[in-house]
T-cell receptor, first 109, second 117 residues
């Protein structure tokens, strides 16, 4: 079966760093996406990884370990506008996007 | 580039009626489009994959006679919720794949909020 796990909720302080983890077990693997979604809006693309390692893009970084079925999204210098849901999604063997349940991040002043 | 639109952005309908939602790729041709449903505080669940010129492929548990999908052109896919009931109230999101740029990335529409009374 397909299984993607993320923490349900996280809380962090403005200016801090937060790491959102994602573990997956899927039928095949053709890459992993991270999306940000504000309430009532469509997901917006943050990153795509298909090779192991850390990729940094401004305040956001993503890490992937295919052998461990594990990824994380690292958000630095948190801002209030970063309060949103963060979705981990894996492209499976049939090129479908399988979404995790999402992590709701609350950034407090 | 890679803009996907949906219409309407929200709709309220009475129980038993049908509602059509349109998904358009504005600046690229999408041979494949996807329809997702999202309930409050939950993630996106794939309902079906829509391929231009052929029948849609539905995910397990999704009633194909209730959720009619038509992908008649390379820029338009429609989802019709037939005989809608209050439990069909949800956020429906479409996405499209641009084969010219990526085999994997999907571009999401802004979503349609359906409320069935």
């Amino acid at each position: 079966g397909q299984n993607i796990d993320q923490p349900t909720e996280m809380t962090a302080t403005e200016g801090a760093i937060v790491q959102i983890n994602c573990t997956y077990q899927t039928s095949g693997f053709n890459g992993l996406f991270w999306y940000q979604q504000h309430a009532g809006e469509a997901p917006t693309f943050l990153s795509y990884s298909v090779l192991d390692g850390l990729e940094e893009k401004g305040r956001f970084s993503s890490f992937l370990s295919r052998s461990k079925g594990y990824s994380f999204l690292l958000l630095k210098e948190l801002q209030m506008k970063d309060s949103a849901s963060y979705l981990c999604a894996v492209v499976d063997s049939s090129y479908k996007l399988i979404f995790g349940s999402g992590t709701r991040l609350l950034v407090r002043p | 580039g890679a803009v996907v639109s949906q219409h309407p952005s929200w709709v309220i309908c009475k129980s038993g009626t049908s509602v059509k939602i349109e998904c358009r790729s504005l600046d690229f041709q999408a041979t494949t489009m996807f329809w997702y449903r999202q309930f409050p505080k939950q993630s996106l669940m794939l309902m079906a994959t829509s391929n231009e010129g052929s029948k849609a492929t539905y995910e397990q548990g999704v009633e194909k006679d209730k959720f009619l999908i038509n992908h008649a052109s390379l820029t338009l896919s429609t989802l019709t919720v037939t005989s809608a009931h209050p439990e069909d109230s949800s956020f429906y999101i479409c996405s499209a794949r641009d084969p010219g740029t990526s085999d994997y990335e999907q571009y999401f529409g802004p979503g349609t909020r359906l409320t069935v009374t």
